[in-house]
């Protein structure tokens, strides 16, 4: 919706006001206004268009989070590095059901960004290890799926990483 820049200067202009109205003595005013400020201060941390997306992805709507990623113009000056990561992310998963070529390159860009969550990371470098077996390239898989392995502290991806051993066995 604005820019992440614009997000803290609107921040820092309701702070300043609220201030304003402490001094007029007008407490409820201010308190009010310092936590309407946070909103935007989370906001520039959450984009918003982001947390759709993920709410969308959550219901299984691959299109509606296509959408919601969509409205997203100037990723790179829009998000912060781990905003712009989980971008990539979420297009990489999107286009692992269209197109491989495609999701490689955005699950790749992701990593290189940065996600904040091993599970994600994890995921991640499943999802490029999964692709790399169908590419043929088995040596780029295995190492793929050990640090998938590596990264899954919960065993939330294990029956998952079996599997793909397995079919690694057969190639």
């Known amino acids: ?13 309701i702070i300043a006001f609220a201030v304003y109205q402490f001094i007029e003595g007008e407490i409820g005013n201010g308190i009010f206004l310092i936590l309407f400020s946070l909103i935007f201060i989370f906001l520039y941390f959450r984009n918003e268009f982001l947390l759709l997306a993920f709410l969308r992805m959550r219901k299984q709507d691959l299109a509606g989070t296509e959408k919601w990623l969509g409205r997203i113009k100037n990723p790179s000056a ?27 390159k955005y699950f790749r860009k992701a990593l290189k ?17 999964g692709i790399a077996m169908q590419k043929r390239r088995k040596r780029e898989a295995q190492t793929l799926l050990s640090e998938a392995k590596k990264l899954d502290k919960n065993n939330m991806l294990n029956e998952q990483i079996k599997m793909m051993q397995q079919q690694m066995k057969k190639i």
């Open 113 to 129: 960004l940065g996600l904040n969550m091993d599970y994600d990371l994890a995921m991640a470098k499943l999802s490029l290890a």
């Open 1 to 13: 919706m604005f820019n992440k820049n614009i997000k803290l200067v609107i921040a820092a202009l």
């Open 78 to 104: 829009a998000l912060t590095e781990k905003q712009e990561g989980y971008y990539n992310y979420l297009f990489g998963i999107i286009y692992s059901q269209k197109n491989l070529t495609q999701a490689e």
